[in-house]
């Protein structure tokens, strides 16, 4: 089986992952539409090809899973999930299974408000969240909340935008301002203005992270759980696996409740003695490799359900207490790839 990960970035610790667990049976590709994406550069074979947002990208794609066998497709891209998910049965019918969950799952967790709705729903800890500045200010005056709170884009990626606001003047610049800077911020939802934005309360606590990892049919699976220790770009840079019951529950709380398909990072507030949910994000995250390396082994799993057998086992069970810290390192881009010449999707 032959799997391609598109949107591919930075991300060659995955390939490692998925070529790992493929031990020679497949090719584990990669596509991004710059040339000098790092990750092109370790694929078994990679290819350039249109940015998500043209026409033809759909068309394209397909034409590349057909012409290269490939059986499996992951996107790492926020801005990418809602255009597969739209076209994930027409290429299923071509024999390719991209790995995205349903339309309204994709968009229910880019919303970040309607994520909060959707957690309050399903009877889990969330952060008071409101819809827009009147709503917030009620909330202060009658002390729902309090100072300090966040203001943030309701549909956001990497902490993009995000502001944390101590006292009702800044409440309001921070609105202001983040009206006019939504634009500027490149983010997937064309909604701007005050419809584009949302405020939360601020949590203190312990910050952990969960893989919930749902099969190919949305059934849930096994989460694995990290406490977080530092954070680089909005994404996880240290952290280390723990296991603590009451936080493995609201993972698979959210994996049943939520219907995902494949892997969901999650970020969790422990505040107090109880856990808040923060953000759900269908897809691998950055939080991924501090399971693997722990010994999880989803690519694993995802690939065995693919082709209708048991997963590895053990694939689901990692160690307690595995530090891993994440670190820089460059990757020399191919002649191929720095004159077009090679490697190019036709």
């Not at 005056?141 to 993009?160: I, M, N, Q, Y």
């Not at 893989?211 to 049919?217: A, H, R």
């Not at 059934?219 to 723990?242: H, I, N, P, S, W």
Request: with cysteine.
């Amino acid at each position: 089986m032959n799997i391609l990960l598109t949107s591919a970035g930075r991300r060659n610790y995955l390939l490692g992952y998925f070529r790992d667990s493929l031990a020679g049976r497949g090719r584990v590709l990669a596509a991004d539409c710059s040339e000098y994406a790092a990750a092109l550069q370790e694929a078994d074979e990679a290819f350039v090809v249109p940015r998500v947002n043209e026409p033809d990208y759909v068309e394209y794609l397909l034409g590349l899973c057909l012409s290269q066998g490939v059986g499996l497709l992951f996107s790492l891209s926020d801005h990418e999930l809602p255009i597969l998910a739209a076209v994930r049965e027409r290429f299923y019918d071509q024999g390719v299974q991209v790995v995205v969950s349903r339309p309204e799952v994709i968009s229910l967790a880019a919303d970040k408000l309607m994520t909060a709705r959707f957690l309050k729903a399903a009877r889990l800890e969330t952060p008071v969240t409101y819809a827009s500045l009147e709503e917030a200010l009620m909330g202060l005056d009658c002390g729902e909340v309090a100072f300090p709170l966040v203001v943030k884009p309701r549909w956001g990626t990497a902490s993009l935008g995000i502001e944390v606001v101590d006292d009702l003047e800044q409440l309001r610049l921070a609105w202001n301002y983040g009206q006019l800077r939504l634009p500027r911020l490149g983010l997937c939802s064309g909604i701007r203005g005050a419809g584009g934005l949302m405020i939360q309360e601020f949590l203190r606590g312990q910050e952990y992270g969960l893989d919930v990892v749902n099969d190919l049919n949305g059934r849930y699976q096994a989460t694995f759980l990290k406490r977080k220790l530092a954070m680089r770009g909005g994404e996880t840079d240290k952290a280390v696996t723990e296991s603590r019951p009451e936080l493995l529950e609201v993972g698979r709380r959210i994996g049943e409740a939520l219907g995902h398909v494949g892997n969901l990072d999650c970020d969790v507030f422990l505040h107090g003695e109880a856990c808040f949910v923060l953000e759900l994000n269908p897809r691998f995250g950055g939080g991924y490799p501090f399971s693997a390396e722990a010994g999880a082994d989803v690519p694993g799993a995802l690939i065995a359900w693919a082709e209708g057998r048991q997963p590895p086992a053990g694939w689901d069970v990692i160690l307690d207490g595995v530090t891993s810290a994440k670190c820089d390192r460059l990757v020399r881009v191919l002649p191929q790839h720095q004159d077009g010449s090679l490697w190019q999707a036709k």
